[in-house]
């Protein structure tokens, strides 16, 4: 079926004789205004859920958009779809503009413009941006981790972010932990980072504990948690947020650094389908990992921890989202220095002490 072109008065006086008239431009186009008598729908939505704006394939309709590339190649998609009445306007709202034709106001509200580059992604859209804003995220640790994932997780749009983490910034946490400014020393680094946070993204809720989580205070955090972010420095803390999460069925993001090196993984226990598995899989004695020197005795170049971080924010998102292919039973390494990328691929212990049990469940 082709797309039928019109002129921009021939829409205005179509769309004032009863015909609908999409605005099918972005949030932040409209916010300068939109055609008189249209109705703002994004392109990725209409083409995602024409049957919310359209009564049947037989409903005329008229699209625009900023030039008329735009209106003709999602006419083209609503007309390969089974549309059959589908008008692109010509030369979009420049054309209209020209003409001198009528303009209206249109009042785009914070959640449309904040996020309009994520909702124009087809596999994102609003449905997606609204289950961000639902999404609860633990953050554990607010550091060298936890400020690139705690500020992308923000600047998303995830509608609440819980901070645990007991330390207070110190200048040598600059170089790495950008969460922090320079006015921030001496202060307890929950307390810097909401601050930061909130100057980001007021719509959101972040909530703060300045606590060190451990095997006993692990589980109150974890209350309506939807996937944790494993910002930490220690092998305790680590096993503590692994066991917890295997046992609640949560999924958590590890990350690590080392000087110039860091690693990256998924950990989902409770889906052996999809090849979950937990730390202790791959570790299962918390002594086995105790030598390892953390940033302060080993030294870490101040993006490594940015990279993974922002690594870990991905992966939160992703899974949040429910796109993409998850990093569950991968772990991917990183080396700065080589600038190369590798993965080892994982598998789930069935006699391992913390998630066996899921292994075995499955069969
Ligand atoms: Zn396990």
Redesign the pocket.
């Known amino acids: 079926m082709p797309v039928k072109p019109v002129n921009a008065r021939e829409a205005l006086e179509l769309q004032r004789s009863g015909m609908l008239l999409l605005d099918i431009r972005e949030p932040d186009e409209w916010a300068a205004g939109i055609a008189e008598g249209a109705r703002p729908v994004s392109r990725s939505e209409l083409e995602k859920n024409a049957c919310r704006y359209l009564d049947g394939f037989d409903q005329p309709v008229m699209l625009l958009c900023a030039g008329g590339k735009r209106s003709d190649a999602c006419a083209q998609a609503l007309a390969d779809a089974g549309y059959k009445a589908v008008y692109s306007v010509q030369g979009g709202i420049q054309s209209w503009q020209a003409d001198g034709l009528p303009m209206q106001a249109h009042q785009t509200s914070d959640f449309d413009l904040r996020y309009s580059r994520q909702m124009v992604l087809p596999q994102i859209g609003r449905e997606g941006q609204e289950k961000l804003s639902r999404a609860r995220v633990l953050l554990v640790g607010a550091g060298g981790l936890g400020s690139p994932a705690g500020f992308y997780l923000a600047a998303a749009g995830v509608g609440h972010l819980c901070l645990v983490d007991d330390d207070t910034v110190d200048k040598s946490n600059l170089q790495r932990q950008i969460l922090h400014k320079n006015d921030n020393v001496g202060e307890l680094k929950v307390i810097s980072a909401k601050s930061t946070l909130n100057a980001l993204n007021p719509s959101i809720s972040i909530e703060i504990h300045n606590d060190k989580i451990s095997r006993t205070n692990i589980r109150k955090y974890l209350n309506e948690i939807d996937l944790v972010i494993d910002g930490t420095d220690n092998f305790k803390a680590r096993y503590a947020i692994s066991d917890a999460c ?1 046992e609640a069925g949560i999924p958590w993001v590890y990350g690590a650094v080392y000087r110039f090196e860091g690693q990256v993984s998924l950990f989902h ?1 409770s889906r052996p389908e999809q090849r979950g ?2 730390y ?2 791959l570790f299962p004695e918390v002594e086995s990992g105790l030598n390892a020197p953390n940033c302060s005795e080993a030294g870490v170049l101040g993006v490594a921890p940015g990279i993974i971080g922002v690594l870990q924010a991905t992966e939160a998102l992703k899974f949040l989202l429910g796109i993409g292919q998850p990093l569950i039973g991968r772990l991917l390494h990183v080396d700065l220095l080589g600038m190369r990328f590798h993965q080892t691929e994982l598998t ?2 069935p006699a ?1 002490a ?3 049990s899921y292994s075995n469940t499955a069969g």
């Open positions: 295997a226990a598995l937990c202790r899989c789930q212990d391992c913390a998630c066996g």
